[in-house]
């Protein structure tokens, strides 16, 4: 059972352009929600986070919306730049369960073209 | 500089060797986790562990085992590799549970089964 999806799992946009990846989580337990990216031959590396008590977090181009009732939650980058090309994975934690095990969904490969 | 270190980098083996993938991190991280990308797949937990000598199974642990006899170390040990083991694999670390749990990952390692 797939607790995080992630749509799309690609995504090819022009520079300056605003790049949307979305995400659905089940389990109603989770109240982190992090953000992590991943360029080739490195590990990923966390871009920003949210938790369920905010609907919007914002960090440079990139904001986190958070929709609570409907269980869902996007990454926007505002103008995308070349530098943007990367995978990126949206993950969900238990921050009260003692151990705050990720669970990811599966990824989105992001290219913004020149 | 505060890292998570994995060895070897790339491995390539035959069905069936022993083998045994490190993982260190100096930033005095009580927790430690082993995952395994694939394509399509996302990220996958193998292993956790919250503390040393504490160790629990993620949601892909058949076929691997792990050890946490120093608080740094978290190594990864394919006692039988078979070929569906061919993966990209993670190490992660994070300093505490709970909200806003980051975790850092190690840069992987390339296996390949023969």
């Known amino acids: 059972q797939q607790q995080v999806k992630q749509s799309p799992q690609s995504l090819i946009v022009q520079k300056g352009g605003i790049s949307i990846i979305n995400c659905a989580y089940e389990n109603t337990a989770f109240d982190y929600f992090p953000w992590y990216q991943q360029f080739p031959g490195k590990g990923p590396a966390l871009l920003i986070a949210?938790?369920?008590?905010?609907s919007e977090k914002k960090e440079g181009r990139f904001t986190i919306s958070f929709n609570k009732s409907a269980k869902q939650f996007s990454l926007h980058i505002m103008d995308s730049q070349p530098g943007d090309s990367a995978t990126y994975f949206c993950?969900?934690?238990?921050?009260?369960?003692?151990?705050?095990?990720?669970?990811f969904g599966k990824g989105t490969m992001l290219l913004v073209s020149p | 500089e505060a890292q998570v270190t994995q060895n070897p980098r790339y491995l390539i083996t035959v069905t069936g060797k022993k083998l045994t993938v490190t993982c260190s991190q100096n930033?005095?991280?009580?927790?430690m986790s082993w995952y395994r990308q694939d394509p399509g797949l996302g990220l996958r937990q193998i292993y956790y562990?919250?503390?040393?000598?504490?160790?629990d199974k993620g949601d892909v642990p058949e076929g691997y085992k792990v050890s946490r006899k120093e608080k740094r170390n978290f190594p990864l040990i394919l006692e039988s590799p078979s070929p569906n083991q061919t993966s990209l694999y993670f190490c992660?670390?994070?300093?505490?549970?709970?909200?806003?749990?980051?975790?850092?990952f190690g840069p992987g390692t390339r296996l390949t089964v023969l």
């Open positions: 992660a670390s994070s300093q505490r549970s709970g909200f806003d749990n980051e975790q850092f």
């Open positions: 930033m005095n991280h009580e927790y």
């Open positions: 562990s919250m503390n040393v000598e504490v160790t």
């Open positions: 949210i938790r369920p008590d905010v």
């Open positions: 993950a969900a934690s238990r921050g009260n369960s003692g151990y705050s095990t990720l669970t």
